[in-house]
């Protein structure tokens, strides 16, 4: 199996988990029209992870960032999340996720 980007929805979030080293995650692959966010959840594996998101494809600005495990709110923020997998200081890409809360 390659390296993949894993979603996981549920009725009002969308959960990102890891195979391996290899991917990327463009919500727009799923979710065309954009979502709206509440807040994300990242579940980092160590201290010196760190998540960044960007709005809309892999040259868009970042528009979030975090440093370890903790969780934002966005207050119904309308974007198109990209999880640019090069952008990551992640130490075990395998065991962080990363949940985007919807509306």
Do not use: H
Request: glycine residues 6%; aromatic residues 12%.
């Amino acid at each position: 199996m390659a390296d993949t980007a894993i979603e996981t929805i549920a009725k009002n979030s969308v959960t990102i988990t890891y195979t391996g080293a290899g991917a990327s995650w463009d919500s727009k692959t799923t979710f065309p029209n954009g979502l709206c966010v509440l807040g994300i959840t990242f579940v980092a594996y160590n201290a010196a992870d760190v998540l960044k998101v960007r709005n809309g494809s892999a040259s868009s600005p970042i528009v979030y960032a975090r440093i370890n495990s903790g969780c934002d709110f966005m207050f119904g923020a309308d974007w198109n999340p990209y999880i640019l997998l090069t952008d990551q200081s992640f130490n075990t890409v395998t065991s962080v996720s990363i949940t985007f809360f919807l509306k």
